[in-house]
T-cell receptor, first 116, second 113 residues
Framework: AQSVAQPEDQVNVAEGNPLTVKCTYSVSGNPYLFWYVQYPNRGLQFLLKYITGDNLVKGSYGFEAEFNKSQTSFHLKKPSALVSDSALYFCAVRANYGGSQGNLIFGKGTKLSVKP | DAGVTQSPTHLIKTRGQQVTLRCSPK?????VSWYQQALGQGPQFIFQ???????QRGNFPDRFSGHQFPNYSSELNVNALLLGDSALYLC????????????FGPGTRLTVT
């Protein structure tokens, strides 16, 4: 089965501290992985993707993600959190087969709260 | 450069009614995908349109149908609305069926009472 799991419903960090939002995936073949962010009453904004190559991917707004094939994980990270990073974060994998092929399978989302 | 636009922003309908949602893709994009995001959940893929035909379909009933026009814009139609159809409906566009990135619009919030 093709799926994405985000084990934490919410992550709380203090401003200036590093943050990690966890994601694990299940898909056959090579995974194409994505992170999106959603602010209240807004659509999804693309942060970064892993297609191939370097396991550390850099994206928008200082975010990066580390692809780990053996652990089937794609955790989102940022060295120093900002209050403005508070939002809902979604991990997604591109479906490789079936009716959804070529489209995105999303996790349930993780709410990130950054306190001053 | 306009991004993906959707209309209307909000919509309230009654059970059993029909609804049409609209999407204009990002300039240069010819592929449109629709997703349903229920409250507290991640988006779920409904279907994808390319060259005015439905190319892929997720696990949604036939009450959900769509259309793509020659200018690449798209409509999502839902018949016989159920309370469970209340959700944020997101449109995403991409430059081709096999493009990796999808660009999302702001969504249409549908409430079924």
């Amino acid at each position: 089965a093709q799926s994405v799991a985000q084990p934490e419903d919410q992550v709380n960090v203090a401003e200036g501290n590093p943050l990690t939002v966890k994601c694990t995936y299940s898909v056959s073949g090579n995974p194409y992985l994505f992170w999106y962010v959603q602010y209240p009453n807004r659509g999804l904004q693309f942060l970064l993707k892993y297609i191939t190559g370097d396991n550390l991917v850099k994206g928008s707004y200082g975010f990066e993600a580390e692809f780990n094939k053996s652990q089937t994980s794609f955790h989102l990270k940022k060295p120093s959190a900002l209050v403005s990073d508070s939002a809902l974060y979604f991990c997604a994998v591109r479906a490789n087969y079936g009716g959804s092929q070529g489209n995105l399978i999303f996790g349930k989302g993780t709410k990130l709260s950054v306190k001053p | 450069d306009a991004g993906v636009t959707q209309s209307p922003t909000h919509l309230i309908k009654t059970r059993g009614q029909q609804v049409t949602l609209r999407c204009s893709p990002k300039s240069g994009h010819d592929t449109v995908s629709w997703y349903q995001q229920a409250l507290g959940q991640g988006p779920q893929f409904i279907f994808q349109y390319y060259e005015e035909e439905e190319r892929q379909r997720g696990n949604f009933p036939d009450r959900f149908s769509g259309h793509q026009f020659p200018n690449y814009s798209s409509e999502l139609n839902v018949n016989a609305l159920l309370l469970g159809d209340s959700a944020l409906y997101l449109c995403a566009s991409s430059p081709g069926r096999n493009a990796y990135e999808q660009y999302f619009g702001p969504g249409t919030r549908l409430t079924v009472t």
